[in-house]
């Protein structure tokens, strides 16, 4: 009963120190929203800025497998490419040994319990507090309860010393211990779903004698395999190149585990010609052995990395031969699916605002080529030779593209309300609100898109043609149109300036003083005897065309606020 006893305590203990790693990466997150953001601009660079990305990006959200199920995502999402990605898979990597170092250099050198309540309780102000800093507050409330939960566990494990004969009999079979090992850490890291929170174990039951120093470096290096299950379901159901970017990081931590395990007591006689201290195999009590356990977890990704690195290219091969193109994907899907894995929204909610920006870019464009459809037809209905013909099919076409619209402001819409279930700070706040403004904004425009092919239709079935004079004054204001879509799709997810602002209420009174132009055309052929409907529905053609610069400069002007 005892132990029994003891095992729940090391699982509350562990408990608490993965919420303690969630609410401190929160926290970051919040602090670093915008700044982290910006950091993943690099991706598009070459790939040594991508592993330094990647790494980066870890460091700050204290979880690998976080990052890389991001990394897939924004694949799927078309944000980064197979290449791009393999670098960044590599930097999360090492970032991942940030974790162990903090564990090692204050978890065992420090009295926690000294330590974890104080940062608790000054968190915990900090974080109820109205004030600028409230984000920093989640952080050493986090750091906290980090600690206190790793105090705990590491009280509780020497309890099992002794009490597990079968674990110092595997430690004595040679190079299938390591196999044993690496097969535990794999399983432990499967189950936490954290390889921070796996390898802090690790380290723990080192320092306590529960396992040799060996076993444990085993035991790290089975964690990193481990770690690769969270990409990996996040790439079911998603594109060929996300599910090849998962395939990567599997390789990728598969392969470095293989040479690792073959080459362990190399690994481990350099780390002891790098690390102060003493440590021999099969020592256990030991305090440098979490400083040493940490440094071979960062020797081993920092030499996988640059092994692989040259390699990227032929990697990209590799893993395009054994995951085949779909055909089917190249073909323009009926309906719109936003596919995420739900995980990653918890894991990292500031980040997919980065996500949905792009799809967001992605209506823009839907909506920016369903008027310029409309226009192209407008342009050359006077030399077209059936254009009942012409119109039906540009109806259709627009009908499927409005519909399709609509189930992305739906998505999209739910995707952010995701998100803002989550801990945002302040401006990643507002920007969702701002970009929940944007889709509606465009979701309106493809329906007055729709709406104009609609009158256009209508014009030719009932023989209401407009003449000559009037497809001239008309081509150029929807021209104008044209240019304002084209701008504010072009600046769609970007700072505006306000000489961009400025130019963009000048193209807006330039299409109103156009549309005051056509609408006393349009009055005056009525003053003179012309057809009444025509001229009717030329005036209503117009005043819907000009909607579509009104929503334009709504946008402009919200994207500027």
């Given at each position: 009963m005892a132990i029994v006893a003891v095992l729940f305590r090391i699982i509350g203990s562990l408990c608490l120190f993965l919420y303690g790693m969630k609410v401190m990466s929160d926290g970051i997150q919040q602090a670093a929203g915008d700044r982290l953001q910006r950091v993943l601009n690099f991706m598009t660079g070459n790939r040594f800025i991508a592993v330094i990305t990647g790494f980066a990006v870890t460091a700050i959200i204290q979880s690998s497998s976080a990052a890389t199920v991001m990394v897939v995502s924004f694949v799927n999402?078309?944000?980064?490419?197979?290449?791009?990605?393999?670098?960044?898979?590599?930097?999360?990597?090492?970032?991942?040994?940030?974790?162990?170092?903090?564990?090692?250099?204050?978890?065992?050198?420090?009295?926690?319990?000294?330590?974890?309540?104080?940062?608790?309780g000054v968190g915990f102000v900090f974080r109820i507090v109205k004030w600028k800093h409230q984000d920093l507050g989640e952080v050493i409330l986090g750091f906290g309860l980090l600690f206190m939960g790793l105090d705990t566990l590491s009280k509780s494990m020497p309890a099992l010393e002794g009490n597990f004969s079968i674990i110092e009999a595997v430690s004595s079979l040679g190079f299938l211990s390591y196999l044993i090992g690496a097969g535990a850490g794999l399983a432990l890291t499967l189950i936490t779903h954290s390889s921070g929170a796996s390898t802090a174990i690790m380290l723990t039951m080192a320092f306590n004698g529960v396992i040799t120093y060996e076993m444990a470096a085993a035991m790290i290096l089975g964690a990193n395999i481990g770690t690769t299950i969270d990409a990996a379901?996040?790439?079911?159901?998603?594109?060929?190149?996300?599910?090849?970017?998962?395939?990567?990081?599997?390789?990728?931590?598969?392969?470095?585990?293989?040479?690792?395990?073959?080459l362990l007591k190399p690994l481990l006689a350099l780390v002891g010609l790098i690390m102060p201290g003493t440590v021999l195999p099969g020592m256990t009590h030991n305090p440098m052995i979490p400083a040493h356990l940490a440094m071979f977890h960062t020797i081993f990704n920092v030499a996988n990395t640059l092994l692989f690195l040259p390699l990227v290219k032929p990697f990209a091969s590799l893993v395009s031969f054994i995951i085949k193109e779909d055909k089917t994907e190249k073909a323009a899907p009926e309906h719109y699916r936003l596919v995420y894995y739900s995980g990653a929204i918890h894991d990292t909610p500031e980040l997919n605002i980065l996500r949905a920006e792009k799809e967001i870019r992605d209506m823009a464009g839907l909506s920016s080529s369903m008027y310029a459809r409309f226009s192209g037809v407008l342009r050359t209905l006077r030399e077209t030779g059936d254009k009942e013909a012409a119109v039906t099919a540009l109806t259709d076409e627009l009908r499927q593209k409005e519909a399709y619209a609509d189930e992305m402001r739906e998505a999209l819409t739910y995707f952010l309300m995701e998100c803002t279930r989550e801990q945002l700070n302040f401006r990643s706040e507002h920007r969702i609100s701002q970009l929940l403004r944007i889709i509606s904004i465009l979701e309106d425009m493809t329906d007055d898109s729709y709406a104009i092919s609609l009158l256009l239709e209508r014009s030719v079935r009932k023989k209401q043609l407009f003449k000559g004079k009037e497809m001239d004054a008309l081509v150029p204001y929807v021209n104008q149109v044209e240019d304002f879509l084209a701008v504010v799709r072009e600046h769609l997810g970007r700072k505006v300036s306000e000489e961009q602002i400025a130019y963009a209420r000048e193209l807006e009174a330039a299409i109103d003083k156009s549309r005051n132009k056509l609408r006393k055309l349009g009055r005056k052929r009525i003053e003179a005897g012309k057809d009444v409907k025509t001229e009717l529905l030329f005036i209503d053609l117009v005043r819907r065309i000009e909607r579509l610069g009104d929503y334009c400069i709504e946008i402009a002007e919200t994207i500027a606020r």
């Amino acid at each position: 009963m005892a132990i029994v006893a003891v095992l729940f305590r090391i699982i509350g203990s562990l408990c608490l120190f993965l919420y303690g790693m969630k609410v401190m990466s929160d926290g970051i997150q919040q602090a670093a929203g915008d700044r982290l953001q910006r950091v993943l601009n690099f991706m598009t660079g070459n790939r040594f800025i991508a592993v330094i990305t990647g790494f980066a990006v870890t460091a700050i959200i204290q979880s690998s497998s976080a990052a890389t199920v991001m990394v897939v995502s924004f694949v799927n999402a078309g944000l980064l490419t197979l290449t791009q990605s393999i670098g960044v898979i590599m930097g999360a990597n090492i970032g991942s040994t940030v974790t162990a170092w903090v564990v090692s250099l204050v978890g065992f050198s420090l009295d926690l319990s000294e330590l974890a309540l104080p940062a608790v309780g000054v968190g915990f102000v900090f974080r109820i507090v109205k004030w600028k800093h409230q984000d920093l507050g989640e952080v050493i409330l986090g750091f906290g309860l980090l600690f206190m939960g790793l105090d705990t566990l590491s009280k509780s494990m020497p309890a099992l010393e002794g009490n597990f004969s079968i674990i110092e009999a595997v430690s004595s079979l040679g190079f299938l211990s390591y196999l044993i090992g690496a097969g535990a850490g794999l399983a432990l890291t499967l189950i936490t779903h954290s390889s921070g929170a796996s390898t802090a174990i690790m380290l723990t039951m080192a320092f306590n004698g529960v396992i040799t120093y060996e076993m444990a470096a085993a035991m790290i290096l089975g964690a990193n395999i481990g770690t690769t299950i969270d990409a990996a379901l996040a790439a079911i159901g998603t594109k060929t190149t996300a599910r090849r970017a998962a395939l990567v990081h599997v390789l990728f931590n598969v392969a470095g585990a293989c040479w690792a395990l073959l080459l362990l007591k190399p690994l481990l006689a350099l780390v002891g010609l790098i690390m102060p201290g003493t440590v021999l195999p099969g020592m256990t009590h030991n305090p440098m052995i979490p400083a040493h356990l940490a440094m071979f977890h960062t020797i081993f990704n920092v030499a996988n990395t640059l092994l692989f690195l040259p390699l990227v290219k032929p990697f990209a091969s590799l893993v395009s031969f054994i995951i085949k193109e779909d055909k089917t994907e190249k073909a323009a899907p009926e309906h719109y699916r936003l596919v995420y894995y739900s995980g990653a929204i918890h894991d990292t909610p500031e980040l997919n605002i980065l996500r949905a920006e792009k799809e967001i870019r992605d209506m823009a464009g839907l909506s920016s080529s369903m008027y310029a459809r409309f226009s192209g037809v407008l342009r050359t209905l006077r030399e077209t030779g059936d254009k009942e013909a012409a119109v039906t099919a540009l109806t259709d076409e627009l009908r499927q593209k409005e519909a399709y619209a609509d189930e992305m402001r739906e998505a999209l819409t739910y995707f952010l309300m995701e998100c803002t279930r989550e801990q945002l700070n302040f401006r990643s706040e507002h920007r969702i609100s701002q970009l929940l403004r944007i889709i509606s904004i465009l979701e309106d425009m493809t329906d007055d898109s729709y709406a104009i092919s609609l009158l256009l239709e209508r014009s030719v079935r009932k023989k209401q043609l407009f003449k000559g004079k009037e497809m001239d004054a008309l081509v150029p204001y929807v021209n104008q149109v044209e240019d304002f879509l084209a701008v504010v799709r072009e600046h769609l997810g970007r700072k505006v300036s306000e000489e961009q602002i400025a130019y963009a209420r000048e193209l807006e009174a330039a299409i109103d003083k156009s549309r005051n132009k056509l609408r006393k055309l349009g009055r005056k052929r009525i003053e003179a005897g012309k057809d009444v409907k025509t001229e009717l529905l030329f005036i209503d053609l117009v005043r819907r065309i000009e909607r579509l610069g009104d929503y334009c400069i709504e946008i402009a002007e919200t994207i500027a606020r």
